[in-house]
């Protein structure tokens, strides 16, 4: 199902990017057909047939029940060893890839279906469709194909704000200095092509705020090209939506650069759904976890859990501290405990009363049963989630962590260094990891660290077997001056803080393993660090939507394909109304951390546009552990001498 998104001013729907991907999947289903309340699924079976991109676009959309309610009966990899079926369609959805494409020239000479509906998710070149068109006309197997659809499909949604490209190594792809230009000119086309699809399945023709110079400046002229020039186009794909150069409704795709804030994909989360990506791997919406299987024996077993938008209490809890998840479990199990009773009493009564009366009241009952088995199954995959959690934070003392990490980011700390370097010492709680993330962060957020310092910390971490090789990058970046004023200005605040200082090992001495539960240690989290403040990419979001004159954006261009050959910086426009809808795009990886506070920051509104909506996208959302790996990579590079 699709489940509800928010709505703004009026009532009206805002954007939901899950929906409209939604949307477009099932007139595929429909062979391309308008898909309306009187269609029916079941009077013609198919085959679906995607490669991985698709696949993990389908898995976050439907469930395989949903899919058998759209008429299809198997659903394969392109690449899987595949048997003939002759009666029914088959349903491709992949990528225009030359593989792909050769492919599916092999299925249609094999003859494997009698007809093929061939969905690329991304736009297909004249020179592959002619390439496919001379394979199959070779076998003669042209009349199995009935039909070819550019979808614009091609990214991954993971809720009604949120998606991803599902690209790999995205940061290291275009950072690295020994990328040749061809290469890297492939990876923003395959940005630009992606971010184009977005744009055209929302159905808008957005303004584009975008810096100049680095990859994201590159991506925006890139994409406001290719936009300008297909709206030319008599027949084009947004000819249905009427737009003016200054229209209010016409949101903002807002796109960025990872470097402007490395710190914050290294962070340990606190709200649930961060946390669960963070710590458990959260991928696709889907959660694997081990579990004690009960029977005294000591095994775990491997389960796996869906956290979909049509369970209400993760669309109520994934955005929320920790702290509060648990407690919001102990009171639903309270209420549906009530609610099960009141139906074994009801029951009771029942039988008291004259023949025939309870009938009435023993049909109302049996059709809560359902009901309330669901709830209960849910409730009960949450505590088994959250019961991990706090298995993690308690081993690995990840409370002490995110308090030391807010503190420093937050950039009114003083006594670090013993702080740190007991952090960094061998009999300390926390994962070698843990603690690297720990120094990064520390390092990003003070450039003006002595060599001596770092050496310390560096040796301190290696003692511990911790792959430093990211350090020779982090050091690159300073003497480039990449961490420039203006990004460790943005850097600092980025997670909390009030006013005052606060020394580390201050902090620290109120975390002594034992003394509490870890929900209880969360909980005073806050009251260490103070209150918490909005990060880099939040504020400057802000600053763009609200377009606030002399702020951090004032050197952004503000582009418009709706008008040809024009840019302007974001300064030069004071007079223009604030922005009730933004997609902002995050170039070389993205976090749950961020797009968390966005949606907080977006429910809070602004002035004279009230409740505001934003959905953020990425190359790719990356755990802090698989970003380490990409930053390690980078550090065995060589990087011109300065």
């Not at 062979?31 to 991109?53: A, C, G, H, M, R």
């Not at 088995?373 to 081993?395: F, G, P, Q, V």
Request: charged share 20%; with cysteine; net charge negative.
């Amino acid at each position: 199902g699709k489940g509800t998104p928010t709505k703004g001013m009026g009532g009206s729907p805002f954007l939901s990017i899950r929906n409209k991907q939604i949307d477009c999947f099932e007139r595929m289903l429909n062979f391309n057909n308008p898909v309306d309340s009187k269609t029916s699924w079941q009077e013609n079976w198919k085959i679906l047939i995607y490669d991985n991109l698709s696949r993990d676009m389908v898995s976050t959309l439907f469930k395989v029940a949903d899919l058998r309610r759209h008429g299809v009966t198997l659903h394969l990899n392109l690449h899987a060893d595949r048997q003939p079926v002759q009666d029914a369609a088959a349903i491709y959805l992949v990528e225009p890839s030359i593989e792909n494409i050769q492919r599916i020239a092999r299925d249609c000479s094999s003859g494997l279906y009698d007809s093929m509906y061939l969905n690329w998710s991304s736009t297909i070149s004249q020179d592959s469709l002619h390439s496919l068109a001379c394979s199959v006309s070779q076998t003669d197997s042209f009349h199995r194909i009935v039909k070819v659809v550019d979808q614009y499909v091609n990214f991954v949604s993971l809720g009604h704000n949120l998606f991803t490209l599902g690209m790999h190594n995205s940061y290291m792809a275009l950072n690295d200095p020994e990328v040749r230009d061809s290469d890297m000119e492939r990876t923003i086309g395959s940005i630009v092509n992606s971010l184009f699809s977005v744009m055209v399945t929302l159905g808008v023709l957005p303004f584009i705020a975008c810096p100049q110079g680095d990859a994201a400046g590159m991506v925006g002229e890139a994409l406001n090209k290719k936009l300008s020039e297909h709206v030319r186009n008599t027949n084009n794909l947004f000819k249905d939506h009427a737009y003016s150069p200054n229209a209010h409704s016409r949101p903002v795709l807002i796109i960025l650069d990872r470097s402007q804030d490395l710190s914050v994909n290294l962070q340990h989360a606190w709200t649930y759904e961060a946390m669960l990506h963070d710590i458990l791997g959260m991928k696709l919406n889907k959660v694997t976890i081990n579990e004690q299987v009960g029977d005294g024996s000591g095994r775990k077993k491997s389960s796996v859990y869906d956290l979909s938008v049509q369970d209400a209490f993760w669309v109520d809890n994934s955005g929320k501290p920790f702290p509060s998840v648990t407690d919001d479990i102990e009171d639903k199990l309270n209420t549906w405990k009530s609610e099960y009773d009141a139906i074994g009493a009801q029951g009771n009564v029942v039988s008291d009363m004259p023949q025939g009366g309870g009938i009435d009241a023993l049909t109302r009952a049996a059709q809560l049963v359902p009901e309330l088995t669901e709830r209960k199954r849910l409730l009960d995959m949450h505590t088994n989630i959250c019961t991990s959690l706090l298995n993690e934070i308690k081993e690995r003392e990840l409370d002490n962590f995110f308090s030391l990490e807010s503190a420093i980011v937050s950039g009114s700390v003083y006594n670090a260094k013993s702080a740190l370097m007991q952090v960094f010492g061998p009999d300390a709680l926390g994962s070698p990891e843990d603690k690297l993330r720990l120094f990064v962060i520390y390092y990003l957020c003070n450039p003006s660290l002595s060599e001596a310092d770092v050496a310390e910390y560096e040796g301190a971490l290696s003692k511990l077997g911790v792959d430093m090789s990211l350090s020779s990058y982090l050091k690159y970046l300073k003497k480039m001056k990449a961490l420039s004023s203006r990004a460790i200005s943005m850097a600092k605040g980025s997670a909390g803080g009030g006013g005052g200082s606060l020394s580390l090992t201050d902090i620290m001495s109120q975390f002594k393993a034992g003394t509490e539960t870890a929900t209880g240690l969360l909980k005073s989290v806050a009251a260490s660090v103070g209150g918490k403040k909005d990060l880099p990419v939040t504020r400057l979001v802000d600053s763009i939507m609200e377009n606030r004159v002399g702020s951090e954006a004032e050197n952004f261009m503000l582009l418009d394909p709706n008008i040809q050959h024009k840019s302007a910086q974001m300064s030069s426009n004071a007079t223009r109304k604030p922005f009730r809808e933004a997609i902002v795009f995050m170039v070389g990886s993205g976090n749950y951390i961020e797009y968390q506070d966005l949606q907080d920051y977006a429910r809070r509104g602004g002035a004279g546009v009230g409740v505001k909506n934003v959905v953020y996208g990425s190359t790719e959302l990356v755990t802090a552990s698989e970003f380490l790996q990409q930053l390690n990579a980078l550090g065995k590079k060589k990087f011109s001498s300065i």
